[in-house]
């Protein structure tokens, strides 16, 4: 690293890989090296692509000194073990969402990077957005008053085939879970960001609809720290799906985040955001953007860290927050129909 610039290993071929490896390959920082994967004619054809090289398997792959970091872009269920082989072989670590399925294995992995001297980032990249970083000021700030409703919807929709076309995904030993472990712990994540912790009052999680081992749909009534109550609904079975949406709701005004924008803002009685549009300075943020955009604001944020330059934004203790919140609405139960 003596000319500062951060060279990765991505481990999985499959798409979130691709916005791991555009984000690094337009980056002044980073450069890309490799990639390996169980499917190895899945990295073959990966590393034709973006003209990298093919490594037979991961422990190959580790030992090559000229690699900094790995990103680890496998099946949730693999994350735990991928992330402390790779920490234990002296690599920084960028490790996709869920980083586990409970509390206890994010400890284990953030017990590892301390023992090795390593950094460890798990990809939240949405709390980078402007308009995500704008809504946690308002909220810390106190602009809307005292809190009173902090709500998060995420109804989607997954045709049956998106289970059916993979050996992982709706099972609970490597997908962990369904509508909340997979498809919502971003929106989750943005809502713990936003508001602060919380605790689960009671949920209800379902298999609705898909033929699945995990939830469809789940809903949770939370308390939060600050005093205010709220209701999580996750769902990939509401056709034909919806944008994920969290609201706020406080004494003095109200707050709509819709992706990853600010769609609404009313404070004091005055509409300063209204769909998206607003008068102010600080303009709303878009998400017509490249998937892989949102990932160089936060691997530009670990290769700062990684120099000492920055703070990490996304430890390993922020990102089991999400995680342990949906362990206790899992631990709730899940019934079929």
């Known amino acids: 690293m003596s000319d500062n610039i951060i060279r990765f290993g991505i481990l999985g071929s499959g798409v979130i890989s691709g916005s791991h490896a555009e984000a690094i390959q337009r980056m002044d920082t980073a450069e890309l090296v490799g990639v390996t994967s169980v499917d190895l004619p899945g990295a073959e054809a990966f590393a034709r692509k973006f003209a990298i090289r093919c490594y037979p398997d991961y422990e190959t792959m580790l030992a090559d000194e000229s690699i900094d970091a790995i990103c680890i872009c496998t099946p949730s269920g693999f994350h ?29 992995i953030d017990a590892a990077a301390k023992k090795n001297g390593r950094v460890l980032t798990t990809i939240c990249q949405l709390r980078f957005f402007p308009d995500i970083q704008k809504a946690k000021k308002i909220v810390d700030e106190q602009i809307l008053g005292k809190l009173v409703f902090c709500d998060l919807s995420m109804k989607y929709w997954r045709d049956p085939a998106y289970f059916a076309g993979s050996n992982w995904r709706g099972t609970k030993a490597l997908d962990g879970g369904g509508a909340l472990m997979n498809q919502g712990i971003h929106g989750v994540d943005l809502l713990l960001y936003i508001v602060g912790d919380g605790k689960v009052v009671y949920a209800k999680n379902r298999t609705r609809f898909h033929d699945i081992e995990v939830e469809d749909a789940s809903v949770a009534v939370l308390e939060f720290e600050n005093g205010a109550m709220g209701a999580i609904e996750a769902s990939t079975c509401s056709n034909p799906g919806f944008e994920r949406r969290i609201e706020i709701n406080g004494t003095r005004g109200t707050m709509v985040l819709v992706e ?12 300063l955001i209204d769909g998206g549009k607003t008068s102010d300075a600080g303009t709303s943020g878009s998400n017509a953007m490249p998937a892989w955009e949102p990932y160089t604001w936060q691997l530009g944020n670990f290769i700062n860290a990684i120099h000492g330059k920055e703070e990490l934004l996304l430890t390993a203790t922020e990102g089991s927050r999400a995680v342990g919140m949906i362990e206790d609405i899992y631990s709730f139960g899940c019934q079929k129909g």
Do not use: C, S, W
Not at 264 to 270: A, Q, R, T
């Open 80 to 108: 735990k073990d991928n992330a402390i082989q790779a920490l234990r072989a002296g690599k920084h670590v960028v490790l996709e969402k869920p980083m586990a399925f409970t509390r206890a294995e994010a400890k284990e």
């Open 260 to 271: 990853g924008r600010m769609d609404k803002l009313i404070v004091d009685g005055k509409p």
